[in-house]
Nanobody
Framework: QVQVVESGGGLVQPGGSLRLSCAAS????????VGWYRQAPGKQRELVAR???????NYADSVKGRFTISRDNANNTAYLEMTNLIPDDTAVYYC?????????????WGQGTQVTVSS
């Protein structure tokens, strides 16, 4: 099995920064992709940023230029650097890790970390 643990959330003022971490452990030979998602109260979970095994990245329009996703393959860890935070960024942030399984890829979720942007 694969365990995914997010950390780094918290309360921050508008304009502030946070760095989220996503650590994967267990039966992992390599990680295919990592995605950061978020879910605000009353809203659907949405993709924030994604990084492929080759390092290609894509971002939601709402976070482009403010958030940066990266990964440390040696340690099966990914990060989401968030800057210039705004109240609309308030949500529970989840990490989804894609791991090869047989002929396909299985996605594993963490429990989430709360980010609150408020003055």
């Amino acid at each position: 099995q694969v365990q995914v643990v997010e950390s780094g959330g918290g309360l921050v003022q508008p304009g502030g920064s946070l760095r989220l971490s996503c650590a994967a452990s267990g039966s992992i030979f390599r990680i295919n992709f990592v995605g950061w998602y978020r879910q605000a109260p009353g809203k659907q979970r949405e993709l924030v940023a994604r990084i492929s095994n080759g390092g290609s990245t894509n971002y939601a329009d709402s976070v482009k230029g403010r958030f940066t996703i990266s990964r440390d393959n040696a340690n099966n860890t990914a990060y989401l650097e968030m800057t210039n935070l705004i109240p609309d960024d308030t949500a529970v942030y989840y990490c989804n890790v894609g791991v090869p399984r047989g002929l396909g890829i299985a996605g594993y979720w963490g429990q989430g970390t709360q980010v609150t942007v408020s003055s």
